[in-house]
């Protein structure tokens, strides 16, 4: 059975940092590409970060860029988001998610979706910037 359980999310004040964990079970980690989204309240989902299954290549959207850093663990089968300087506007409730897409539908998992080649999704952790 496929798991993805993402962990860390939770309340912290303008300026703070949060550490977002994503556990993997019943698949190979280094297979995939893997991805953090969020969906703000009345908002669709927007892609965050995003690490390529064949080069390691990484991808931001430009909101979050020199504050927030994707990483995995493929022996840990768990993909990380530290979260720095965090603002009101990045409160949502964060998902973690992995897949099998070719290098074009890669590089829109951080435009506008839908999003294609995403073959599993974690069911979210919430995350709530405020004072």
């Known amino acids: 059975q496929v798991q993805l359980v993402e962990s860390g999310g939770g309340l912290v004040q303008p300026g703070g940092s949060l550490r977002l964990s994503c556990v993997t079970s019943g698949i190979t980690l280094d297979d995939y590409a893997v991805g953090w989204f969020r969906e703000a309240s009345g908002k669709e989902r927007e892609g965050v970060a995003c690490?390529?299954?064949?080069?390691?290549?990484?991808l931001y959207t430009d909101s979050v860029k020199g504050r927030f850093t994707i990483s995995r663990d493929n022996r840990k089968n768990t993909v990380y988001l530290q979260m720095n300087s965090l603002k009101p506007e990045d409160t949502a409730v964060y998902f973690c998610?992995?897949?099998?897409?070719?290098?074009?539908?890669?590089?829109?998992?951080?435009?506008?979706?839908?999003?294609?080649?995403?073959?599993?999704w974690g069911k979210g952790t919430p995350v709530t910037v405020s004072s």
């Open positions: 690490i390529s299954r064949f080069d390691g290549n990484i």
């Open positions: 998610a992995i897949g099998t897409p070719s290098n074009r539908l890669f590089r829109e998992w951080v435009d506008s979706g839908p999003y294609y080649g995403i073959d599993y």
